[in-house]
């Protein structure tokens, strides 16, 4: 968002959600590249100034649809204020993998190119919620800003891998896996 905008003004909210739910919208009817920023601003009922107001274009507007999205999935099944237990981090990795899951079931395949910018969104967000997580506590080995890239790097990297495959393990085995290599390593100490 702009640095014009008053980014705490109720109208100013209401008007980002009405263009990320237009965005949103329109994504369901057709594939990313065919949608304009008229196209979006139409739809949500604004001028393209005000488009231009709150993104700086289409794809500013689409990362931040996928990192609010992502954010909201991670945030509803476990909560900032929530410790690193074992039984978070079984949701965590299971919260990623299913997102994932998702994402690239309804993915078009005319929107394939938009794939590193969905990734490099959802490793980011995944990194920093894992950070901000591993900051609260003290007494672990290894500085946070560490952990939270390994792991955040092993959860994505296991879920990309899992979601563009065919799939043949379920949902809940491979986070019972990753959770497992996490935990005990993949040389079993």
């Known amino acids: 968002m702009t640095a014009l905008l008053n980014e705490t003004d109720p109208r100013v909210k209401r008007t980002r959600q009405l263009l990320l739910q237009a965005l949103s919208s329109l994504l369901a009817e057709r594939s990313f590249l065919s949608i304009s920023v008229q196209d979006i601003?139409?739809?949500?009922?604004?001028?393209?100034?005000?488009?231009?107001?709150?993104?700086?274009?289409?794809?500013a507007m689409f990362e931040s649809l996928i990192r609010e999205g992502f954010q909201e999935q991670l945030e509803s099944k476990l909560s900032m204020e929530a410790a690193l237990t074992a039984v978070n981090l079984q949701k965590l990795i299971g919260t990623v993998i299913e997102y994932l899951g998702k994402l690239n079931t309804r993915c078009r395949a005319q929107d394939r190119r938009m794939d590193p910018l969905v990734?490099?969104?959802?490793?980011?967000?995944?990194?920093?919620?894992?950070?901000?997580?591993?900051?609260?506590?003290?007494?672990?080995?290894?500085?946070?800003?560490?952990?939270?890239?390994?792991?955040?790097?092993a959860i994505f990297g296991a879920a990309v891998q899992w979601s563009r495959s065919e799939r043949a393990k379920s949902q809940d085995a491979l986070a019972a896996e990753v959770f497992h290599a996490l935990c005990c390593g993949v040389m079993g100490s």
């Open 41 to 59: 601003a139409a739809r949500a009922t604004v001028n393209r100034a005000t488009f231009y107001a709150h993104f700086e274009d289409k794809y």
């Open 119 to 153: 990734e490099s969104t959802i490793q980011d967000t995944l990194y920093q919620f894992l950070l901000a997580l591993l900051k609260k506590e003290s007494g672990r080995p290894g500085s946070p800003e560490t952990n939270a890239s390994v792991m955040s790097w």
